[in-house]
């Protein structure tokens, strides 16, 4: 397991965030959903899974803070879009390291 994914099991977060990604999985289309995530301009090429995770989880620990401040600029939606974005990112690579492993 690498650093990244470990950091993701140690991450604590309200137990209906991380359920609501959990369910969005299923339903989770990266090529249309992943650059409007990180904002990229329409076309652009979608970073690899190791860069697209380090970008998802700066701005999933953005999105915290302004949760945990009661910031107005918090939506819980994009929230879990985000998370559910990260969950994916970290999944596929662990399924890539385990392929090349074995």
Sequence with gaps: MDQSAHGLQTTIRPRLLVVAARHGLAQYDRARSLGRILGLPMGHALPDPARAQAALV???????????????????????????ALLYEARDRMDAQALGAG
């Design 58 to 84: 700066r701005r999933e620990a953005e999105m915290d803070l302004a949760r945990r401040s009661h910031d107005a600029s918090w939506h819980p939606a994009e929230h879990v879009l985000v998370m559910t």
